[in-house]
């Protein structure tokens, strides 16, 4: 298309003229930089339609990369939660991220987050308040600018429109309400009258935005080329208007008020918009030699696809950090294949949330243990789970994202080989080894099963996908409710992996239920880490936020194997029959984590000028 030539001719011209504008100008408010109106640099950039189209492009430029581009290979909203453990020495990132965070970026990895380094350790506030900066230029210039033809122009406007209200529903998924900036402010701007603005304001403007985006005939639901993959879309803004007004009901951010009617259509329309418009999920397995009848595992660890008709017609948007074979086996892999570390290690707690192929829940959803440390798992009624063959008859996802003792992947040889994580074992637990699994599994999902040490075998990582509106409306429905409605939103997801849908008998059960198909359906995709989150009220511990963890140690005995749960940390002793060592521990569970904090001279400097405080609670 013309507005893809556009995107990629001259670009590195065009960052020199736009990026040589943007840094030059700053206020007292640093991160909320102001860009002076009618500098002639901007008249000659609106004045050309390849460098307008380009100007767009440099809105996406600090996009972050999430998946495994965080620090030093590891993702810390998936090891912030009760689903996953990294092992580290306590002054590396996540060492530090467990041991508690204060509120400067050099220190906290929450603050500083997404890839930053090499971009001055900017923190988040820092950078989706700059891209604002940039949407709002763009959006204030794109009715006189030059453009290759009218439909480009509403097209461009309408998908900065859409980059704007991402952008601001990233700053209020972490910090909570912000100030909405929407026009160009002027150079003399003081930030006086900056406030925060409440959450609900800021849900109204972004789900406006998304809307009125929606309803432009020239943007597009979907783009066919490689190289459009991260620009933004009418299903993304569907899904960001559905985020948003899921957010805006949830105990967290809704001021103790009631929005789940609301939520509920909101997210019933944009689930039915993108059903309407070709989205669909994924169903059919195409090499069934690797992956036999699971669909939802060839999904995870494929690519998305380009084209009028796409074989993927699930993925809604991706991260623009593709997956290599030998970034996922180096940085979340086995001892066995080589890896520099362990990574991502699932826990014993979302090894538990896997129902059994019957559909019949490992443990009681409500109150899954019995004691505090979860050592005493509470089984559920009429359960079919075997303790002492805990990895059988499991959902079928649970073997698309987690590698348990006696699974299978392929070594540098090419050949499929036993992974074995019992004491002892090559790949087996070991607490304090980077290299081994502290929680006796390794993550599976986004490694193809034919991916293997020097292979470049790359995956997509799904930032969203269409079960996460089913799960939104599911939720919304329930919380509305009208829980009966969210047991059919739920089928799909349950049918493509061959599980009989839930039945809850009452909105309480159908509630849990819910909640745990949304923990496994998106396990290891960044969404459990805002939903233990917005799922608490301001002022609480997090329920699920992972203050106690426990991993299965194995002992091979013979021919067969012994199965204990431990703390994370402890080290089983043969001689005392017993586990020795302290628990490791980790501070994110605190109502301090509920919301990220700004860093602390960005604080004091909008305190300064505004004259009120505007740091987050619990951070100093």
């Given at each position: 298309s013309?507005?893809?030539?556009?995107?990629?001719?001259?670009?590195?011209?065009?960052?020199?003229?736009?990026?040589?504008?943007?840094?030059l100008f700053?206020?007292?408010?640093?991160?909320?930089?102001?860009?002076?109106?009618?500098?002639?640099?901007?008249?000659?950039?609106f004045?050309?339609?390849?460098?307008?189209?380009?100007y767009?492009?440099?809105?996406?430029?600090?996009?972050?990369?999430?998946?495994?581009?965080?620090?030093w290979?590891?993702?810390?909203?998936?090891?912030?939660?009760?689903?996953?453990?990294?092992?580290?020495?306590?002054?590396?990132?996540v060492g530090?991220?467990?041991?508690?965070?204060?509120?400067?970026?050099?220190?906290?990895?929450?603050i500083?987050?997404?890839?930053?380094?090499?971009k001055?350790n900017?923190?988040?506030?820092?950078?989706?308040?700059?891209?604002?900066?940039?949407?709002?230029?763009?959006?204030?210039?794109?009715?006189?600018?030059?453009?290759?033809?009218?439909q480009?122009?509403a097209h461009?406007?309408?998908?900065?429109?859409?980059?704007?209200?991402?952008?601001y529903?990233?700053?209020?998924?972490?910090?909570g309400?912000?100030?909405?900036?929407?026009?160009?402010l002027?150079?003399?701007?003081?930030?006086?009258?900056l406030?925060?603005?409440s959450?609900?304001?800021?849900?109204?403007?972004?789900?406006?935005?998304?809307?009125?985006?929606?309803?432009v005939?020239e943007?597009?639901?979907?783009?066919?080329?490689?190289?459009?993959?991260?620009?933004?879309?009418?299903?993304?803004?569907?899904?960001?208007k559905?985020?948003?007004?899921?957010?805006?009901?949830?105990?967290?951010?809704?001021?103790?008020?009631?929005?789940?009617?609301?939520?509920?259509?909101?997210?019933?329309?944009?689930?039915?918009?993108?059903?309407?418009?070709?989205?669909?999920?994924?169903?059919?397995v195409?090499?069934?030699?690797?992956?036999?009848?699971?669909?939802?595992?060839?999904?995870?660890?494929?690519?998305?696809?380009?084209?009028?008709?796409?074989?993927?017609?699930?993925?809604?948007?991706?991260?623009?950090?593709q997956?290599?074979?030998?970034?996922?086996?180096?940085?979340?892999?086995?001892?066995?294949?080589?890896?520099?570390?362990?990574?991502?290690c699932?826990?014993?707690?979302?090894?538990?949330?896997?129902?059994?192929?019957?559909?019949?829940?490992?443990?009681?959803?409500k109150?899954?243990?019995?004691?505090?440390?979860?050592l005493?798992?509470n089984?559920a009624?009429?359960?079919?789970?075997?303790?002492?063959k805990?990895?059988?008859?499991?959902?079928p996802?649970?073997?698309?994202i987690?590698?348990?003792?006696?699974s299978?992947?392929?070594?540098?040889?090419?050949?499929?080989?036993?992974?074995w994580?019992?004491?002892?074992?090559?790949?087996?637990?070991?607490?304090?080894d980077?290299?081994?699994?502290?929680?006796?599994?390794?993550?599976?999902?986004?490694m193809?099963?034919?991916?293997?040490?020097?292979?470049?075998?790359?995956?997509?990582?799904?930032?969203?996908?269409?079960?996460?509106?089913?799960?939104?409306?599911a939720?919304a429905?329930?919380?509305?409710?009208?829980?009966?409605?969210?047991?059919?939103?739920?089928k799909?997801?349950?049918?493509?992996?061959?599980?009989?849908?839930?039945?809850?008998?009452?909105q309480?059960?159908?509630r849990?239920?819910?909640?745990?198909?949304r923990?496994?359906?998106?396990?290891?995709?960044?969404c459990?880490?805002?939903?233990i989150?917005?799922?608490?009220?301001?002022?609480e511990e997090?329920?699920?936020g992972?203050?106690?963890?426990?991993?299965?140690?194995?002992?091979?005995?013979?021919?067969?194997?012994?199965?204990?749960?431990?703390?994370?940390?402890?080290?089983y002793?043969?001689?005392?029959?017993?586990?020795?060592?302290?628990?490791?521990?980790?501070?994110?569970?605190?109502s301090?984590?509920?919301?990220?904090?700004?860093?602390?001279?960005?604080a004091?400097?909008?305190?300064?000028?505004t004259?009120?405080?505007?740091?987050?609670p619990?951070?100093?």
């Amino acid at each position: 298309s013309a507005a893809s030539d556009v995107y990629k001719r001259q670009k590195l011209y065009t960052f020199f003229l736009v990026f040589s504008s943007l840094y030059l100008f700053s206020s007292c408010l640093n991160s909320l930089d102001v860009i002076p109106e009618g500098q002639h640099s901007y008249d000659e950039i609106f004045a050309n339609e390849v460098t307008t189209g380009a100007y767009l492009n440099s809105c996406y430029e600090d996009i972050p990369g999430f998946a495994v581009q965080y620090s030093w290979g590891t993702n810390l909203p998936i090891i912030l939660t009760d689903d996953a453990w990294e092992y580290t020495t306590n002054t590396n990132y996540v060492g530090v991220a467990y041991k508690g965070m204060k509120s400067d970026k050099w220190s906290n990895k929450l603050i500083a987050d997404n890839n930053n380094w090499g971009k001055g350790n900017r923190t988040s506030w820092d950078l989706f308040f700059r891209n604002i900066r940039r949407c709002n230029l763009f959006i204030s210039r794109i009715d006189n600018a030059v453009v290759p033809t009218e439909q480009d122009r509403a097209h461009w406007k309408a998908e900065a429109r859409v980059l704007r209200a991402y952008y601001y529903w990233e700053l209020i998924s972490r910090f909570g309400g912000v100030p909405i900036i929407k026009d160009v402010l002027p150079v003399d701007y003081d930030g006086a009258d900056l406030r925060r603005e409440s959450f609900k304001t800021c849900a109204d403007f972004i789900i406006s935005e998304c809307e009125e985006a929606m309803k432009v005939p020239e943007f597009p639901w979907r783009y066919e080329k490689a190289g459009e993959e991260i620009r933004m879309t009418k299903a993304i803004a569907a899904m960001v208007k559905s985020r948003t007004a899921l957010y805006m009901a949830s105990p967290l951010f809704c001021d103790g008020q009631n929005y789940w009617a609301d939520a509920e259509r909101i997210t019933k329309e944009s689930l039915d918009a993108c059903l309407a418009n070709g989205y669909e999920l994924y169903t059919e397995v195409r090499n069934t030699n690797l992956y036999g009848d699971n669909a939802f595992y060839e999904y995870s660890t494929s690519q998305a696809d380009y084209g009028p008709s796409p074989i993927d017609k699930e993925t809604i948007w991706i991260a623009k950090f593709q997956m290599g074979g030998n970034a996922s086996i180096k940085f979340n892999g086995l001892p066995s294949n080589g890896a520099s570390k362990s990574g991502i290690c699932p826990t014993q707690e979302l090894v538990d949330a896997f129902p059994m192929k019957d559909g019949t829940y490992v443990l009681d959803l409500k109150e899954p243990y019995k004691d505090e440390l979860h050592l005493e798992p509470n089984y559920a009624s009429g359960t079919t789970y075997n303790p002492q063959k805990p990895y059988e008859n499991r959902d079928p996802r649970f073997y698309a994202i987690i590698f348990y003792n006696g699974s299978q992947t392929m070594n540098k040889n090419q050949k499929m080989f036993d992974i074995w994580t019992y004491n002892g074992a090559k790949d087996g637990i070991k607490m304090g080894d980077i290299k081994r699994t502290c929680t006796g599994y390794y993550m599976r999902k986004y490694m193809r099963p034919d991916s293997y040490p020097g292979s470049w075998l790359k995956i997509h990582w799904r930032m969203m996908r269409l079960p996460e509106l089913y799960l939104n409306y599911a939720e919304a429905a329930i919380e509305n409710g009208n829980w009966k409605d969210a047991v059919d939103a739920i089928k799909p997801i349950r049918d493509r992996v061959k599980m009989k849908n839930i039945n809850p008998s009452n909105q309480e059960e159908a509630r849990l239920m819910v909640q745990n198909e949304r923990r496994i359906e998106m396990a290891m995709e960044e969404c459990r880490y805002n939903d233990i989150r917005r799922w608490t009220k301001p002022g609480e511990e997090m329920k699920y936020g992972g203050k106690h963890l426990t991993a299965m140690w194995i002992e091979k005995v013979g021919n067969t194997y012994e199965y204990h749960r431990c703390p994370i940390g402890q080290s089983y002793d043969k001689k005392t029959d017993s586990f020795v060592g302290t628990p490791w521990t980790r501070e994110t569970y605190k109502s301090k984590y509920l919301l990220h904090g700004l860093e602390l001279d960005e604080a004091n400097r909008l305190e300064a000028v505004t004259g009120v405080n505007w740091q987050n609670p619990g951070w100093d």
